[in-house]
């Protein structure tokens, strides 16, 4: 207790010295707790964007649809839509399960031609499902409405808007090939390439109709609550599912592509969160070896009146620990601001973005922050501040008292 409060005093007694240090260690725990965050924000954005645009967190499938998807084997649908749907939507933990049907189609207005994935979706349960309706730039979503939704891209390069007829061409599920006319109701913009280039959406009755598949549907989309996890929703979804011929599967199985990028990238993110715990490392370890060095002629003067090694060195090492715990704090108070905002309000990443982005990063990037974080980047702050100062100590502890005092000016 008395080295620590020795130590205590020593800190206070030269203040320019340990403001310095505080202001290394706290910018230190500051720069790893928001690093980590950052990194973790990168994954937890791409697949979160994702899931909201796209695959929902669970889906149910015919397994016999998946093998021959390429084909689009529309005999391996889904019947029963709406009896399923509100069978899966009263399970505990699942917000919402909404139906869709996926297939190729051929849109065609004033001689131009584009061939397109079309998804038919429920436009009430679509708008609880994913951000659709939030995406859309030009005249409204489908509630209410039969036609279209395209995307802006898409539209430009048939030259159509908001109101314009287009011709609709797919193959039924007899494998006929069956064309209707449907108006444009909306131009949606998702600023995600594959999406606003290659999609159309289409009322799922309008759809149903069209491809004579009555109540059917490819498949259905699955949305939980949160703090739901994906594991004990898709045992609930599979559960519910027994005695059917129908199979649940996790969103990763609909995004592999997306997926395997993102874990591509992981390793450039490690050697960034090694970088940086290195220099922080690298910068605490040099200001108490520097420190140390710098107060010889103090230490030798210490020696010379008495003071055993032992009582040195538990000395500096007390002054260790007291600025490894103020640093700690105050590199807590830095980070809790920009914690707070980019995990709240997010950075506009939209003007940096190329157009080209192949996933769906969205406009805005939040950071994602766990409390663990704080101590994490803590712990390793307070640990290698008192390890920096073992060996220089022990170096001190040692000195020759004559030598020093004559050496060192």
Same mark, same amino acid.
């Given at each position: 207790?008395?080295?620590? =409060?020795?130590?205590?005093?020593?800190?206070?007694?030269? *203040?320019?010295?340990?403001?310095?240090?505080?202001?290394?260690?706290?910018?230190?725990?500051?720069?790893?707790?928001?690093?980590?965050?950052? &990194?973790?924000?990168? /994954?937890?954005?791409?697949?979160?964007?994702?899931?909201?645009?796209?695959?929902?967190?669970?889906?149910?499938?015919?397994?016999?649809?998946?093998?021959?998807?390429?084909?689009?084997?529309?005999?391996?649908?889904?019947?029963?839509? *709406?009896?399923?749907? +509100?069978?899966?939507?009263?399970?505990?933990?699942? !917000?919402? !399960?909404?139906?869709?049907?996926?297939?190729?189609?051929?849109?065609?207005?004033?001689?131009?031609?584009?061939?397109? *994935?079309?998804?038919?979706?429920?436009?009430?349960?679509?708008?609880?499902?994913?951000?659709?309706?939030?995406?859309?730039?030009?005249?409204?979503?489908?509630? %209410?409405?039969?036609?279209?939704?395209?995307?802006?891209?898409?539209? @430009?390069?048939?030259?159509?808007?908001?109101?314009?007829?287009?011709?609709?061409? &797919?193959?039924?599920?007899?494998?006929?090939?069956?064309? @209707?006319?449907?108006?444009?109701?909306?131009? /949606?913009?998702?600023?995600?390439?594959?999406?606003?280039?290659?999609?159309?959406? #289409?009322?799922?009755?309008?759809?149903?109709?069209?491809?004579?598949? %009555? @109540?059917?549907?490819?498949?259905?989309?699955? *949305?939980?609550?949160?703090?739901?996890?994906?594991?004990? %929703?898709?045992?609930?979804?599979?559960?519910?599912?027994?005695?059917?011929?129908?199979?649940a599967y996790r969103w990763e199985e609909f995004a592999k592509a997306l997926v395997a990028a993102v874990q591509a990238d992981s390793g450039s993110f490690v050697v960034f969160l090694a970088i940086l715990f290195i220099l922080t490392g690298a910068n605490i370890l040099n200001s108490f070896s520097m420190s140390v060095y710098e107060r010889t002629r103090e230490f030798a003067t210490l020696r010379a009146?008495? #003071?055993?090694?032992?009582?040195?060195? %538990?000395?500096?090492?007390?002054? !260790?620990?007291?600025?490894?715990?103020?640093?700690?704090?105050?590199? =807590?108070?830095?980070?809790?601001?920009?914690?707070?905002?980019?995990?709240?309000?997010?950075?506009?990443?939209?003007?940096?973005?190329?157009?080209?982005?192949?996933?769906?990063?969205?406009?805005?990037?939040?950071?994602?922050?766990? =409390?663990?974080?704080?101590?994490?980047?803590?712990? /390793?702050?307070?640990?290698?501040?008192?390890?920096? +100062? &073992?060996?220089?100590?022990?170096? +001190?502890?040692?000195?020759?008292? !004559?030598?020093?005092?004559?050496?060192?000016?």
């Amino acid at each position: 207790m008395y080295l620590m =409060w020795l130590g205590y005093r020593n800190v206070l007694r030269n *203040r320019r010295r340990s403001i310095l240090m505080l202001l290394g260690l706290s910018i230190g725990t500051a720069l790893l707790i928001f690093g980590m965050g950052w &990194v973790r924000g990168y /994954f937890t954005t791409v697949y979160r964007n994702i899931i909201d645009f796209d695959t929902g967190h669970i889906q149910v499938y015919h397994p016999d649809f998946l093998e021959e998807e390429v084909r689009t084997p529309l005999e391996y649908s889904i019947e029963d839509y *709406r009896g399923w749907r +509100a069978r899966l939507a009263s399970l505990p933990g699942v !917000a919402v !399960a909404a139906g869709r049907i996926e297939v190729p189609a051929r849109l065609s207005w004033r001689g131009r031609q584009v061939y397109v *994935r079309l998804r038919g979706i429920d436009p009430p349960e679509e708008a609880r499902l994913t951000t659709i309706e939030g995406a859309v730039v030009e005249g409204a979503f489908l509630v %209410g409405r039969s036609g279209l939704l395209l995307g802006k891209e898409l539209a @430009d390069r048939l030259g159509v808007g908001v109101g314009d007829p287009i011709a609709v061409r &797919v193959m039924d599920r007899y494998g006929v090939e069956n064309v @209707d006319v449907f108006p444009v109701q909306g131009l /949606f913009s998702f600023g995600y390439p594959v999406m606003d280039r290659n999609m159309a959406f #289409m009322d799922l009755e309008s759809l149903q109709r069209l491809l004579d598949m %009555g @109540d059917g549907v490819t498949h259905l989309v699955i *949305r939980l609550e949160p703090p739901l996890p994906v594991e004990k %929703g898709l045992l609930l979804v599979s559960s519910a599912l027994e005695g059917s011929p129908y199979r649940a599967y996790r969103w990763e199985e609909f995004a592999k592509a997306l997926v395997a990028a993102v874990q591509a990238d992981s390793g450039s993110f490690v050697v960034f969160l090694a970088i940086l715990f290195i220099l922080t490392g690298a910068n605490i370890l040099n200001s108490f070896s520097m420190s140390v060095y710098e107060r010889t002629r103090e230490f030798a003067t210490l020696r010379a009146m008495g #003071m055993r090694r032992a009582t040195l060195r %538990g000395m500096i090492l007390s002054e !260790a620990s007291v600025l490894a715990v103020g640093g700690t704090i105050l590199g =807590w108070i830095l980070s809790a601001g920009a914690v707070w905002y980019l995990s709240t309000q997010g950075l506009d990443v939209s003007k940096y973005l190329p157009s080209d982005l192949p996933m769906p990063f969205g406009t805005r990037f939040y950071g994602d922050y766990r =409390w663990y974080d704080f101590l994490i980047a803590g712990g /390793f702050t307070s640990l290698l501040s008192w390890v920096a +100062a &073992v060996l220089p100590s022990r170096r +001190a502890s040692r000195l020759v008292i !004559a030598e020093a005092l004559r050496e060192v000016r």
